[in-house]
């Protein structure tokens, strides 16, 4: 055994090329196997001890009357609940850069500012300070990345309804100290608001002594023993049932006394007051007809006393009869009393990172048991070669009385050490290099910190696991045979393969075509099988690899052109003015060739439970929206008409709820009120998600008219992409704000930038993989037909006509491997994109031509390469000696 | 003098010990002649057609083949030398398991200048049934005449056998030997075959005896007897 394990570590010293070829792939599976789910399990670490330490909330209530003082008591009683925060809000507009945005200021009471570890949803401070007094505010940090609000910077907030802000909070100007983050906004979304086009931009913190009446808007709530458990596990939503469950029944019991309280009673001692005016009115109706008797016997002053007192008691009675119906309307406009109560899963960050590390987990089932399987290729070869080359070897063992098993043992170890070094390599640079790369695209939409890297022996053991069975079935597989041989017939030189004719040579008119060369050629690709199998597989993972690197920048890059070119018929966007009569103004400039009324409002819609927002699209004339965005089916590129019957919806929001043609969806028209509609076209669209309805359409729904406040722009073609232009237009009264199209960016480009460090990953191991299988195939190649290589020196072949003779069936296969990759490619990319995809972006399934053209020669130069090297080592062989002994 | 071999020396380093394998080996052969060299196993037979045949180089001494100095030859020129004027037959034969019988002739005529036709040679070594057949199907005997075919196909100055008997029984043998000196004779080849049996030594017009890497002996027969006439 001492002997066998020796001679072990003896070949490996004599095969380093070999040894280096396994371990190189293992190391490159494992890396993806660890890198792939580790990144997603880091993630999770990552956002768990982040949403713990800023005490992210379990449970958000909201109501649709508001909360009182006694509401939230009642919830702090609540057994199992931890920590309660209640929260004042407004939403108000705010003139920024020109451009009308709406924004939320949430007032906390001001002793829980500094670092009170009970806030629920803390904000952490990132710039500056926090507030000190009334008149300053800290700044949700999209206000200063988007909109670039400075420390130091006044705002001035206005009101975006009819009620002035005044009513609401006491200051509405203020001066911004710092920025923050908060954990319950994880990602960019910032939700609806009911002003305004409805969207959300970000949000202000500051004294809640602004706000004027004791009335809370929103209720945070932790609960007792959720510390320990992981957000991410489906332990954590069974821990939190009960605590739901109790909050429902809070909400059930709270509004049901508001409802007793200020609807109910209310409307009794009305009624009470109503039936006591009505009374009244009708005894002094009687009176002033008993009296009209006694008037005969009074005088004219009399008579005109009577007559006043009369009619001052009617009109009293008229005006309590006014209040009451004033006090009724009052009454109506209370909606039905609510509680809503929300978990994580309705918290769109939440909810978007979750998605994230699902889909990077979801990457790591498709790279690395393809590298994997190539690995199993590569060792199947080389033990096989090692085996065949050393029958005599494993005969005089035999010989000698070594079992079976003994002798199998030098090979399993030869690819159990090569499969562990390469396990520890690969672990180590999943488990530290490949979770930042993967992490970075992400790292700019959402607001967690830094990564932190763990060691995760569980997939790390797996990993090693699989890649034993994928090495070490194959190395039994390759040596079972000649075990199973007698010491006498392996100590004969193996009959090497006989030749035969290829299915080609029967075609005699194709065959007669080729040269000698390649005749020999083909017949020596036809008659080794599995190195054919082998390399068209590696170099194909190799191709596919890099078409799926190039292709995933075309795809992200072509979002804005597909979208913004193609699907986009206009140029820019005007916003006007509140003023503005859409029926009266007409926008009439130089630059502007054409343009569309719209009304633009961000709305929530759902179906089977889920919810999303959106925007939501409604053009002043139907008939002509088709010029300005082109709505049709992505695979029929059939139009889609917006008509009166229905809605159409973009094809993302239509995969993410499960819609088809002709579904219907429910859409929320008050915060408490839904109503249901058809979708009548699902359209292609890659930003965003958007609805589409006519006039009547939304007339029907939301019980009034649309305002259009928006402009669908078309911009001639000298003006397009002018920044002085859009400050020109600007300047005008009725335009609140411009933007070109392709200006409102930012996440796209930001996605784009940390792109690359994927597109180098991917292109690094696409080469590293060409090598592997190319170097080794090569290498087995040339050893198996060292002697016919000896035969043709002595021919007097020229090293360049040796070179050729091997090489041309390399260049072929690699030729053939390529092209089939490509193909492998494309499914490959298709895979990955719908893997990967944001919940708010389609990415278009486009790969350029001269990302094929590169991925083609990326391959042939790495195959070049390795060609190149293998060249020296054809010259090295020694003709006298690989002639001398039969093998 | 074609062929002249003058004090050629070669030893082989193995670790810290040298290993001489010929020590000052000299003998000429003439055009058109049949000679052999004799010896037994480790004599350094193999080695001087080696370097006779430019696989090898020699260490010291003088190699001089029809005018040209072949020890002072630059790798290229010694590739040259082996594709223009050699003949190479082994002991196991070396063809190429993937290619037909005539292919395998092929793979040497596509290389050399002035080659004979291969379906001719084929016929010549008596074959030309067998032109399709694989390596693999093809007899001991035959395969080694495949292997003479080829050799001679490249029209060489210079045919040299290493025991191109040794792996082949009585009758093949003697059918090898025969197609040898035909060759030699109807051809004007000059032709020289290794071998360690005494026996084959009255059929050469030159016998060169080796011993430890030293030519001991060589003798010259006025009347070489035709190789079936030979017995062992
Ligand atoms: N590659 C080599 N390495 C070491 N010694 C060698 C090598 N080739 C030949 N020899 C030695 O050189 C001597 C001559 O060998 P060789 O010419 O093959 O003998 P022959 O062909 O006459 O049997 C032998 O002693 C042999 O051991
Ligand atoms: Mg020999």
Known sequence: ?887 | MFISVENIKKSYQIGEVEIPALSGATFSVEKGEFAVIVGPSGAGKSTVLNILGGMDRCDEGQLIVDGEQIHACSEKELIRYRREDIGFVFQFYNLVQNLTALENIELATEICQNPLDASTILAQVGLEKRKDNFPAQLSGGEQQRIAIARALAKNPKLLLCDEPTGALDYETGKMILKLLQDTCRKEKMTVIVITHNYAITPMADKVIKMKNGRVEEILENSEPLSAERIEW
């Open chain 1, 1 to 887: 055994m001492k002997a066998i394990r020796k001679d072990t570590f003896r070949e490996i010293k004599g095969t380093l090329g070999r040894f280096f070829s396994i371990m190189l792939l293992i190391m490159l599976g494992v890396a993806f196997f660890v890198g792939l789910r580790v990144t997603s399990i880091d993630m999770q670490h990552t956002a768990d001890s982040y949403l713990s330490d800023t005490n992210f909330m379990d449970f958000r209530l909201i109501s649709t009357v508001g909360f009182q003082a006694e509401d939230i008591q009642a919830v702090k009683d609540l057994e199992s609940i931890k920590q309660v925060t209640a929260i004042k809000q407004i939403d108000a507009k705010l003139k920024l850069s020109q451009q009308d945005v709406v924004v939320r200021l949430f007032g906390l009471p001001q002793t829980n500012y500094t670092v009170d570890k009970n806030v629920v949803n803390q904000p952490v401070l990132l710039e500056g300070r926090m507030p000190k007094n009334e008149n300053e505010v800290v700044v949700d940090i999209r206000g200063k990345n988007i909109f670039h609000v400075q420390i130091g910077d006044t705002l001035h907030l206005k009101s975006g309804t009819e009620e002035k802000l005044t009513e609401k909070i006491s200051k509405t100007q203020f001066q911004v100290v710092g920025f923050i983050k908060r954990p319950d906004y994880l990602s960019l979304e910032r939700g609806t608001s009911t002003i305004g086009n409805g969207k959300l931009e970000f949000f202000l913190l500051g004294y809640d002594t602004l706000f004027q009446d004791e009335i809370w808007h929103e209720i945070y709530v932790t609960v007792q023993p959720t510390d320990q458990i992981s957000r991410f596990s489906p332990d954590y939503e069974e821990a939190l049932a009960p605590s739901e469950k109790l909050l429902q029944q809070l909400g059930e019991t709270r509004a049901a006394i508001f409802k007793q309280e200020n609807i109910i009673e209310v409307r009794e001692k009305l009624a009470e007051q109503k039936a006591h005016l009505a009374s009244a009115e009708k005894n002094m109706l009687e009176q002033s007809s008993l009296t009209s008797e006694a008037t005969a016997f009074m005088s004219d002053e009399q008579l005109k006393a009577i007559q006043a007192q009369k009619e001052q008691a009617l009109s009293e009675i008229e005006k309590g009869k006014h209040e009451i119906a004033n006090a009724y309307q009052q009454l109506a406009k209370i909606p039905e009393p609510e509680w809503l109560v929300l978990n994580q899963q309705q918290n769109a960050g939440f909810v978007e990172f979750q998605d994230s590390t699902k889909s990077i987990e979801g990457l790591s089932a498709v790279f690395p048991v393809f590298l994997f399987l190539v690995a199993a290729l590569v060792c199947l070869t080389t033990m096989a070669r090692m085996v065949g080359e050393q029958r005599s070897y494993i005969g005089t063992l035999k010989a000698l009385g070594y079992g079976k098993f003994s002798i199998a043992m030098k090979y399993i170890t030869y690819s159990i050490s090569a499969t562990l070094i390469g396990s520890v390599f690969g672990s180590l640079i999943g488990t530290y290099l490949l979770p930042e790369a993967v992490y970075t695209p992400y790292q700019n939409m959402f607001s967690t910190p830094e990564l932190q890297l763990k060691f995760d022996w569980f997939n790390v053991l797996f990993a090693v696991f699989l890649a034993l069975i994928f090495t070490v079935i194959p190395t039994i597989f390759s040596c079972v045979k000649e075990l199973k041989e007698n010491a006498a017939s392996l100590l004969r030189p193996k009959v090497p393969p006989p030749g035969r004719k290829i299915l080609m040579e029967r075609l005699p008119f194709i065959w007669r075509r080729f040269s000698f060369i390649y005749k020999v050629t083909f017949r020596n690709i036809f008659r080794y099988k599995r190195r054919l199998m082998m390399t068209v597989f590696g170099i194909s993972g190799c191709t596919a690899l890099l078409v799926l690197g190039f292709g995933l920048k075309d795809s992200i890059g072509s979002i804005i052109i597909e979208q913004y070119d193609r699907l986009y018929q206009y140029q820019m966007t005007i916003s006007l003015t509140e003023h503005v009569n859409s029926d009266e103004f007409q926008l009439k400039e130089p630059g502007i060739e054409d343009a569309l009324y719209v009304s633009e409002q961000s709305v929530d819609i759902s179906s089977d439970g889920m919810t999303k927002s959106l925007v939501m699209t409604v053009p002043k004339q139907s008939e002509r929206l088709q010029d300005y965005i082109l709505l049709q089916n992505r695979k029929s590129k059939k139009l889609l008409p917006l008509t009166d019957e229905g809605v159409i919806l973009t094809e993302k929001m239509a995969n993410i709820l499960g819609i088809k043609q002709g579904d219907s969806i429910s859409l929320q028209i008050t915060e408490t009120k839904t109503k249901v509609v058809k979708v009548t076209g699902i359209a292609e669209n890659y930003f965003y998600h958007h609805l589409y309805m006519t006039p009547n359409v939304y007339k029907e729904l939301f019980e009034i008219d649309p305002v259009y406040s928006t402009l669908l722009v078309k911009v001639s073609e000298e003006k397009r992409n002018d920044s002085a232009y859009v400050q020109e237009l600007t300047q005008k009264d009725e335009i609140a704000s411009c933007a070109f199209l392709s200006s409102s960016n930012e996440t796209m480009d930001q996605l784009m930038k940390s792109l690359n460090s994927v597109v180098w990953i991917l292109i690094f191991s696409a080469g590293l993989l060409a090598f592997i299988v190319l170097y080794n195939l090569t290498n087995v190649n040339i050893s198996e037909r060292v002697r016919e290589i000896a035969t043709i020196k002595v021919l007097g072949f020229y090293h360049s006509e040796v070179g050729k003779y091997i090489f041309r069936e390399n260049i072929i296969l690699t030729v053939l491997g390529t092209i089939f990759g490509l193909f492998l490619g494309i499914l490959l990319h298709n895979y990955t994109l719908s893997a990967t995809e944001m919940d708010y972006t389609m990415f278009p399934r486009i790969i350029q031509n001269i990302s094929y053209v590169y991925a083609t020669v990326l391959t042939l130069g790495f195959s070049f390469l390795v060609n190149f090297v293998m060249y020296f080592k054809l010259k090295r062989i020694h003709m006298v000696e690989s002639l001398k002994s039969v093998e």
